[in-house]
């Protein structure tokens, strides 16, 4: 669902994103900050992007702030928000993920199941528990970023799915606990032309989209969250998909 640029909601808020050195993420901040948003970015890794976030920021007039943070470790999370507890936030966006597919169950490596379900369900899990009480104040919002892959199963994509369905079920069911309390919305994307597809996927598959077109749907997602309800899955992607 797409809106005209005339209706942008246009109150300045301070927006949390996880996996944002790259790919969806590092799109979806520039987005937010060319709306003029206030930006938290997190990532796992130290980078270009930090100060690439920066510029960004300083070139349309937001304050951004770049955090180094693996959302599979709790008391960095902990740690994390206890350094931000001062901070009002108004939004925040689950969009850190790993993409393990193209592969049997039976061939999967034990390490690589347990990464793709600690960073994709448990990371977004806990980043939520700890940073629902900042929405709480700000009656916010909360993105969580799931998949295609999170509406219908196929075959040899048995563990991303597992974590992907594992984000909408929870999404809905957080919707439910957090009524007239926080807004909760499900983005799920179908294949995005990101580092991550091209190397789960390499030359195996075509994206549909890029990250640009993703971060759109999602910053539009935040700027025209009255429109929605909460709990709504936004762009289930089947115009899109094969």
Request: aromatic share 8%; charged share 20%; glycine share 8%.
């Amino acid at each position: 669902m797409i809106f005209k640029n005339s209706f942008f909601k246009t109150k300045k808020q301070n927006i949390l994103i996880t996996g944002a050195a790259r790919g969806i993420g590092f799109s979806t901040a520039q987005f937010l900050a060319k709306s003029g948003m206030n930006l938290i970015l997190l990532d796992c890794k130290k980078g270009p992007w930090q100060k690439q976030a920066l510029n960004f920021g300083l070139q349309h007039k937001v304050k951004v702030q770049t955090f180094v943070l693996d959302i599979t470790r709790v008391e960095q999370i902990k740690k994390l928000a206890k350094k931000l507890a001062a901070q009002k936030i108004d939004v925040v966006i689950n969009n850190a993920g790993v993409l393990s597919a193209h592969n049997l169950l039976t061939n999967h490596k034990d390490q690589e199941v347990s990464l793709t379900l600690q960073v994709n369900l448990f990371g977004l899990i806990m980043m939520s528990k700890y940073f629902i009480p900042f929405l709480e104040k700000t009656n916010g919002l909360l993105v969580n970023i799931a998949s295609g892959a999170g509406l219908k199963g196929m075959a040899e994509f048995s563990v991303y799915c597992a974590s992907k369905f594992g984000v909408v079920g929870f999404s809905e069911s957080l919707a439910e606990e957090l009524k007239k309390k926080v807004k909760v919305l499900v983005i799920t994307p179908g294949a995005t032309n990101t580092a991550l597809f091209k190397k789960g996927f390499g030359a195996k598959r075509k994206a549909l989209y890029q990250p640009e077109d993703i971060a759109k749907i999602i910053g539009e997602a935040v700027l025209y969250q009255h429109k929605y309800k909460t709990g709504t899955i936004i762009d289930k992607c089947k115009h899109l998909e094969p």
